[in-house]
């Protein structure tokens, strides 16, 4: 059973930047496709980026992109997604998932995790 766990949440100036990291207990997920998500209370859970197995391939919700990074080292079996110019409206619980999906554009667009950890939360504020 893979098994996922989120670490690096906190609280945050704006502008500000944290590293999350996600690993495996125990399960090599080299094959899997790795997908940052997060949710607001009350809201629906938005993929946020997402990283195919070998990290050739990456997907990055526009809210995102130029401000955040995702990459993965599969000899330590971790994913990490480096989040830099931080903003109030990034502030939620955020997760990452494995999935058996190859296409990084479809788990986050469609939310295909087939393992999930317990969430990280990520507050910025001043």
């Known amino acids: 059973q893979l098994q996922l766990v989120e670490s690096g949440g906190g609280e945050v100036l704006p502008g500000g930047s944290l590293r999350l990291s996600c690993a495996s207990s125990?399960?090599?997920?080299?094959?899997?496709?790795i997908g940052w998500f997060r949710q607001i209370s009350g809201k629906e859970r938005e993929g946020v980026s997402c990283?195919?197995?070998?990290?050739?391939?990456?997907h990055y919700a526009d809210s995102v992109k130029g401000r955040f990074t995702i990459s993965r080292d599969n000899k330590k079996n971790t994913v990490s997604l480096q989040m830099d110019s931080l903003k109030p409206e990034d502030t939620a619980v955020y997760y990452c998932?494995?999935?058996?999906?190859?296409?990084?554009?479809?788990?986050?667009?469609?939310?295909?995790?087939?393992?999930w950890g317990q969430g990280t939360q990520v507050t910025v504020s001043s």
């Open positions: 125990g399960v090599d997920f080299r094959y899997n496709t």
């Open positions: 998932a494995a999935s058996e999906s190859p296409s990084p554009f479809s788990v986050c667009t469609k939310g295909q995790g087939d393992y």
């Open positions: 990283i195919s197995g070998t990290g050739a391939n990456s």
